[in-house]
């Protein structure tokens, strides 16, 4: 069995490349199987799941319209969720996922699948494929409401099918994630302030007040430099441009945009 919940760009970017390429039915039931609380079960419900066909699964949640991987989220901000099943011999491939709180319950709003279908089964709204693909990548948007908790999870299944038209002789897969509300009451809106990185532009080395941790990422989503718990970070190895910087001062999210000099 394979877990894995990354939010490495480089999945985003296979993502794009492939989302272009065709796929073939052969769907499933419209049920609930993403593994969540309130689920049918996994898909391992009609597939049995102990074959190794050297399959992976890779789920990113990143903002709409951007290439930064995230693990927080904004209430009103559309996500784009890109799941990724790829890998291996299986020449079909299909995935449920869902984004529920504590309880299973669906949290937020769901649209614009590719390669897939928003659904709802036993209650719950959830992206089921349809049909199974040979690329194995999937994807759909969630935007959290109001109504949504400060932290929810994020539950993905999925099987890596051998062809040869049967329920067994395949690979389960299952991932799971937990995604929390970025704060903005006055307080958080404050300390954003005092977190400001310094000098931007920049040419050598940015600087915060406080020691922070995180990654630092090209336009494209590549992850160029990564830092922990320090008050400051070179940056004078980068080419020139625009980058972004995402880092945590242990109990808030931040992401700055900065030009490299």
Known sequence: MNKRFTI?????????????QSSFSNGMSDSNYSGSPASNGKCINCHTGGADLSATLNVVVAEKG??????????????SVAIALTGGTSMRRGVNSTIVDESGATVGTFGNPTDGKIITAN?????THSPAITTGIFAYEWTPDANTPETVKIYTTGIAAD???GNNGDQFLEAAGTLTKEKTNALSNAAQTELELFPNPCSNVLYSKI?????????????VITFSNTKKVAIDHLDAGQYFVTFTDGQNNYTKTIAKL
């Open 8 to 20: 490495l760009s480089t999945c985003v970017a296979a993502i794009a490349m492939w989302l272009v």
């Open 66 to 79: 951007t290439l930064i991987p995230t693990t927080s989220f904004k209430v009103g901000t559309t996500y």
């Open 123 to 127: 209650g719950v709204k959830l992206f």
């Open 163 to 165: 062809g040869k038209n």
């Open 211 to 223: 020691k922070i941790t995180g990654s630092i990422y090209s336009t494209t989503g590549q992850k």
